[in-house]
């Protein structure tokens, strides 16, 4: 069957796209393309989509990988979507909210598992911080997400999009921005421009911290009053005055920088002398 185009799909099913769900469909072939080729998807893979909207991204993706399982939210696309794709034997479609999704029983014995996903802006960061967070057997997330957050995710100390968010993927995973996506890309044409990221998720979290809770609320505190001083930030840490101003030395941070200053490193060595003495 010839692959249809966006728009004759939706007339053909007299299909109304929801805002509400995040529906920009993906009309630009390059991009499609790039998604694909930058996820390195192969015929071992098992790739795991969220929001097949029509089924444009997930057969580019049936074509190249082992199997292809994708987990749609709105009703109305499933009918439509085992139509398009019923040629494919190495499809499977889960009516689901992927936020409820327990991808452990997914992913099974499964042993190189990719998610690819052009996502619904307003699901990005909570999926994120779920895939990330939830210790799955993921080699790699290749996402098309709002350009602000990719390049949030992306950045370094001292750049003005860096922060707790980038510090909670970039301890978990590599990051790689593989291209920048304008809005005429997709049907309809979303406000926003945005950009294909890659996560390659590491073996090992980046820096070794002896308590991830005690370090990841220290990021947290750091960041949301950017402008105070890292002293401020955590002095109701928990301890006593003089002992949180020895971690600072002994972790040989000047308590009066600011948290977007540090590095990975830098909140792992105050974490763990901070840990040392709670
Ligand atoms: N993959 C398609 C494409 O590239 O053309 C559609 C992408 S569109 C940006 C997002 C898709 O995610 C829509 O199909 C939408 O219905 C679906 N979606 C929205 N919220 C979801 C959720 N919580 N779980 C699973 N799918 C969701």
């Known amino acids: 069957m010839a692959d249809l185009t966006i728009s004759e799909v939706s007339k053909k099913y007299e299909f109304r796209f929801k805002k509400g769900l995040g529906q920009n469909f993906l009309i630009d072939d390059s991009v499609l393309d790039d998604v694909v ?9 098992f790739v795991i989509e969220i929001g097949p909207g029509f089924g444009t991204l ?14 749609e939210l709105d009703d109305k696309l499933l009918p439509i979507l085992e139509d398009e794709l019923k040629e494919f034997d190495n499809f499977e ?12 029983e997914l992913i099974g014995d499964e042993k190189s598992v990719k998610l690819v996903a052009n996502l619904p802006y307003y699901l990005t960061t909570p999926i994120i911080v779920k895939l990330l967070t939830g210790g799955y057997n993921f080699k790699s997330l290749t996402i098309m997400i709002q350009k602000e957050v990719a390049q949030r995710i992306d950045s370094e100390p001292n750049c003005k999009a860096y922060g707790a968010f980038s510090i909670l993927v970039q301890y978990y995973c590599d990051t790689k921005i593989l291209r920048l996506v304008p809005p005429t890309a997709f049907l309809p044409e979303p406000k ?8 390659d998720r590491l073996k090992e979290p980046k820096v070794k911290v002896n308590d991830e809770a ?20 955590v002095k109701d840490i928990g301890i006593p005055k003089e002992e ?23 909140f792992a060595l105050l974490s763990d002398e901070i840990g040392f003495i709670k």
């Open 244 to 266: 949180l101003l020895k971690c600072f030395e002994k972790a040989n941070i000047d308590p009066k920088r600011r948290g977007e200053t540090l590095s990975l490193a830098e």
């Open 37 to 45: 080729d930058g996820a390195e998807v192969n015929e071992d893979d």
């Open 192 to 199: 926003v421009e945005s950009m294909v990221i890659r996560l």
């Open 214 to 233: 005690l370090f990841f609320s220290i990021v947290r505190k750091s960041f949301n009053m950017r402008r105070k001083i890292l002293w401020n930030s």
């Open 93 to 104: 479609l889960i009516h689901n909210d992927a936020l409820k999704i327990d991808f452990d």
């Open 58 to 71: 997930t057969r580019a993706l049936l074509r190249r990988a082992k199997r292809v399982c994708a987990i």
